[in-house]
């Protein structure tokens, strides 16, 4: 008895092992754009983003503990073109690679990712006036085509969903920005949501929304502008269904502190952004424990 009892919970485990990044806030997310104050500006760049998250299951009568600490690293080529002086064209090409060092299971994976393209109305922009204040308010949405793996196995099973490269769903982003300055000061707000749809395994990750504030300020040496801030980030996920069974150990939300630097060299930007959790809550079960680590972006655009 005790043989199969001990079967069970083994079975219960393989099931449980890889639960880490089934949340919000991976490379599986929704966009973000961040501070852009060049109001009228096509641009093209890269970004390195990358994101740490740590697992681990409590020990039982059976099975010793087990922990995955998880990192999603993402190269993006993204741009913004405007097609009338009104409507933005933002194009999201991102190449991922992800590393697994879990108690169980050590995977490395990389590949094209999921791409994303959207399209934003510009309801109001001052950004041109001779006024003290400027402000410009933009929104608007767009679709993720599922251009990334998302069968990737291990062992003959699938890998931790948000662990794929994709989704393999048409998924669908909807999005808003505000930007208000007084002379060199200025705040940032941004908001999105993403709604998902199931993918051929029906498989359906839950909707994600995020939303930030960043408090910047404007300051110009020579040939060089500077554009320090720092804010607050908040992000939300739905739990995931795999048919119609909700699945444990996915969804939840998190605050996340952030600060960082824009440099702008004539029609160069480059860039640097840190975000540090504090506070979360994943919707881990009572035998786990999610947590998410600190985060940095990078960034290097061209303006024309």
């Known amino acids: 008895m005790r043989k199969i009892l001990a079967l069970i919970m083994l079975s219960l485990a393989v099931g449980h092992q890889v639960i880490a990044c089934d949340i919000c806030g991976c490379a599986l997310g929704g966009n973000y754009f961040g501070i852009l104050p060049l109001y009228n500006k096509n641009f093209v760049g890269v970004r390195w983003s990358q994101a740490r998250f740590h697992s681990y299951i409590a020990p039982t009568q059976y099975l010793s503990a087990q922990q995955s600490d998880d990192t999603y690293s993402k190269v993006e080529l993204w741009g913004r073109y405007y097609i009338t002086k009104r409507i933005q064209l933002f194009a999201f090409i991102p190449y991922a690679y992800n590393n697994m060092n879990g108690t169980d299971q050590v995977v490395y994976a990389s590949g094209l990712g999921d791409i994303n393209i959207l399209a934003n109305y510009v309801i109001a922009n001052t950004g041109e006036s001779q006024s003290d204040f400027k402000h410009m308010l933009i929104a608007g949405g767009g679709v993720k085509l599922p251009t990334g793996k998302f069968d990737l196995t291990d062992k003959g099973k699938i890998i931790n969903r948000n662990f794929q490269m994709g989704t393999g ?26 709604i998902n749809t199931r993918n051929s395994h029906d498989y359906l990750f839950g909707n994600q929304y995020r939303a930030s504030a960043q408090l910047f300020i404007w300051q110009e040496v020579g040939i060089f502008s500077f554009l320090p801030h720092a804010g607050i980030n908040y992000e939300q996920a739905a739990m995931h269904k795999d048919g119609d069974i909700i699945q444990t150990n996915t969804g939840g939300t998190a605050w996340l502190g952030s600060g960082g630097l824009d440099i702008y060299i004539k029609r160069f930007t480059i860039g640097v952004n840190y975000q540090k959790p504090v506070s979360q809550h994943y919707n881990s079960d009572t035998t786990a424990d999610i947590t998410s680590k600190a985060r940095v972006t990078t960034s290097l655009t061209f303006n024309f």
């Open 169 to 194: 769903s048409v998924d669908f982003n909807l999005n808003a920005v505000y930007t208000l300055r007084y002379k060199k000061t200025g705040i940032n707000l941004e908001t999105g949501y993403k």
